[in-house]
């Protein structure tokens, strides 16, 4: 059987456009545990135990992880790797951003497995000269995570997105940070506060590591389950996939009719059906 060049290119193409495919079916999925945050007070280690029983791959610690001991954290680690998840990034205060506490971010990301430290927020800002400081802040911050090859990132809400004299504060974050600085996506607040988050992505390339995949309509606002609101999920993860280097996702739920745990599992199950 003969084959032309360009008959063994084209198959070539499609053979690497399958193989395209099947890698994007493997992105990670795992869990913010805010989503589980009464069950993870209440029982730490086991929830950790539940949410690796329903298929999640990797979860993300936020903020109270910082109050564990040295112990504890290695505690949490050694369970991880026990029911076999992951711990890719953790939430993290503005405060963890200060020099002062910059190496026990270090210490406790590394202990976890963690790459990237996010902060989840930044507290009170009302002006873009407010927001130019606070990115001041995590940019430096950023720069002493480097010294434990851990990336610094920043989380947005809706606040982040809404225009302040002319321009959105996740634009000043975005500009006045490294490009190795993480910009985590979270969906649900970028489409309520009317912006398009393809686009959002589109616009800084190589950015988008990871994205909080939190679901949203006018009628039950973050109550809704995956799929059930407006959010354009699939076309967000394909323009992170080609150009935001996106290298997993976490569902974040906060609430909705049902139990953590049975929101949970609806997400996920909702994201396979999806998404394959």
Not at 14 to 43: F, I, N, W
Not at 101 to 111: E, L, R, T
Not at 213 to 225: C, F, I
Request: aromatic share 10%; hydrophobic share 35%; charged share 25%.
């Amino acid at each position: 059987m003969s084959v032309t060049r360009r008959g063994f290119i084209g198959t070539a193409a499609l053979g690497s456009a399958a193989l395209l495919t099947a890698q994007q079916k493997k992105l990670p999925v795992g869990l913010e545990l805010y989503s589980v945050r009464k069950a993870l007070q209440a029982d730490l280690m086991g929830t950790l135990r539940e949410v690796a029983k329903i298929g999640y791959e990797d979860v993300e610690f936020y903020s109270p992880y910082f109050q564990w001991t040295p112990e504890q954290a290695k505690d949490v680690r050694k369970l991880l790797d026990e029911v076999g998840i992951r711990c890719f990034s953790t939430h993290n205060s503005f405060a963890n951003y200060r020099p002062e506490n910059a190496q026990k971010v270090i210490d406790y990301n590394g202990i976890l497995g963690s790459r990237y430290a996010i902060a989840a927020s930044s507290g009170r800002a009302q002006t873009l000269d407010d927001w130019k400081k606070i990115t001041e802040t995590l940019a430096s911050g950023h720069q002493l995570f480097t010294a434990g090859k851990i990336r610094g990132g920043y989380h947005n809400h809706q606040l982040e997105f809404t225009p302040l004299e002319g321009k959105r504060p996740i634009e000043v974050i975005a500009a006045g940070t490294p490009k190795e600085f993480v910009l985590q996506l979270d969906l649900g607040t970028c489409v309520e506060m009317g912006s398009d988050p393809v686009a959002w992505i589109n616009q800084n390339p190589g950015r988008i590591q990871c994205m909080h995949l939190k679901e949203w309509n006018k009628e039950k606002g973050y109550r809704t389950l995956y799929g059930e609101g407006v959010v354009p999920f699939k076309d967000a993860i394909a323009a992170a996939q080609k150009v935001g280097g996106l290298e997993y996702v976490l569902i974040e739920q906060e609430g909705s009719e049902f139990s953590e745990f049975e929101s949970a599992k609806k997400c996920l199950d909702a994201y396979r059906k999806m998404n394959g």
